[in-house]
């Protein structure tokens, strides 16, 4: 069983900064690909982020690349979200993943914490 809880959402003026945190200790098996996804208002869920064990590879959506950056910190169960150079459209409730998969050619999911709000005001 996995748990994933997010923190480090907020209100913040575009072009700012702001990291997310996400502890998501657990079966070893269901961490091994973590990732951020996000969902506004209206708008279905989608794909932000994702990282392998360790490390070893990432992977963004197109709207974030080179601006986030994901890495995680497996001694500290601890993945992260570094969002830099924020636009209104980033706005979203952001949400932690455990146990990512693809279908389909889409990112999916089992585990998912409980979402942490992200605002960025224009």
């Known amino acids: 069983q996995v748990q994933p809880v997010e923190s480090g959402g907020g209100l913040v003026q575009a072009g700012g900064s702001l990291r997310l945190s996400c502890v998501a200790s657990g079966r070893a098996s269901s961490t091994i690909n973590m990732g951020w996804f996000r969902q506004a208002p209206g708008k279905e869920r989608e794909f932000v982020a994702a990282?392998?064990?360790?490390?070893?590879?990432?992977d963004y959506a197109d709207s974030v690349k080179g601006r986030f950056t994901i890495s995680r910190d497996d001694a500290k169960d601890t993945v992260y979200l570094e969002m830099n150079s924020l636009k209104s459209e980033d706005t979203a409730v952001y949400y932690c993943?455990?146990?990512?998969?693809?279908?389909?050619?889409?990112?999916?999911?089992?585990?998912w914490g409980q979402g942490t709000q992200v605002t960025v005001s224009s």
């Open positions: 990282i392998t064990w360790r490390g070893f590879s990432t």
């Open positions: 993943a455990a146990d990512l998969a693809v279908y389909g050619g889409r990112y999916n999911a089992y585990y």
